[in-house]
């Protein structure tokens, strides 16, 4: 019979005061600082991660797009559903995002979203799958973290603030704030980062993630007034 000593020294068994096992798949995030932090050193392959963020445009994309610019420099797949405007291609390709492999999915409704989100994970064919979600509940939160179990990349949902008050089955959490001194264009802006959950011991203090103030990547026209209904498209022009 095996002890409990070598049962430790197994890699499925997780300690819950110790991060989990370095060999926990993840997808780098890009931010040396943010990776020593988090299980496996990067974004959650094979999970859903959830970024709670109080606006559009605060820096949110730019903790994640080193990731996406790193997966589609080698070939792999990624995906923006229900974005709330237009992607901004300029700077996603100025961010080194190769367009040609990211697809945006515009989706109607909040059931149609999720229900895209899901047959896109259980698909297999991205690396990465960001979707905007203003409302979700625990259910539909965990169909979707149940699909990411099946996929070679991770999954992102942006949510607000008060979602922070509520259940998730998601293995990441994290929530942001933004903090620019005035009168800086792109040296002192920090972005906040608290790491809400995660497979391991709380973090206490928040970290300060240096950024370049953000870029529009996002457009500022809604989806609902670009395309008709039901269409996928592909970021891929200027």
Not at 92 to 113: I, K, S
Request: proline content about 10%.
């Amino acid at each position: 019979m095996a002890t409990l000593a070598d049962l430790l020294q197994r890699q499925a068994v997780w300690r819950g005061g110790a991060l989990a096992a370095a060999a926990v798949p993840a997808v780098p995030t890009g931010f040396a600082a943010l990776d020593r932090e988090l299980p496996g050193g990067g974004w959650p392959a094979g999970g859903l991660a959830e970024v709670l963020c109080p606006g559009e445009g605060i820096g949110e994309l730019q903790l994640v797009l080193p990731a996406l610019a790193a997966l589609t420099a080698a070939g792999c797949r990624v995906a923006w559903l229900a974005p709330p405007h237009l992607p901004y291609a300029p700077a996603l390709r100025a961010a080194g995002v190769r367009l040609e492999r990211l697809t945006v999915v515009r989706a109607p409704g909040r059931r149609d979203a999720l229900w895209a989100a899901e047959q896109a994970l259980r698909a297999r064919v991205f690396h990465a799958l960001l979707i905007w979600l203003p409302r979700a509940r625990f259910p539909e939160l965990r169909r979707l973290a149940v699909a990411a179990q099946a996929g070679p990349g991770f999954a992102l949902a942006f949510r607000p603030p008060e979602a922070g008050c509520e259940s998730s089955p998601a293995v990441l959490r994290l929530a942001l704030e933004a903090a620019f001194e005035p009168g800086l264009e792109t040296e002192g802006c920090r972005l906040t980062v608290r790491i809400l959950k995660r497979r391991g011991a709380p973090v206490a203090a928040p970290l300060r993630i240096p950024i370049e103030r953000p870029a529009r990547a996002l457009g500022r026209a809604p989806l609902s007034a670009a395309w008709p209904a039901g269409v996928v498209a592909r970021a891929c022009a200027a």
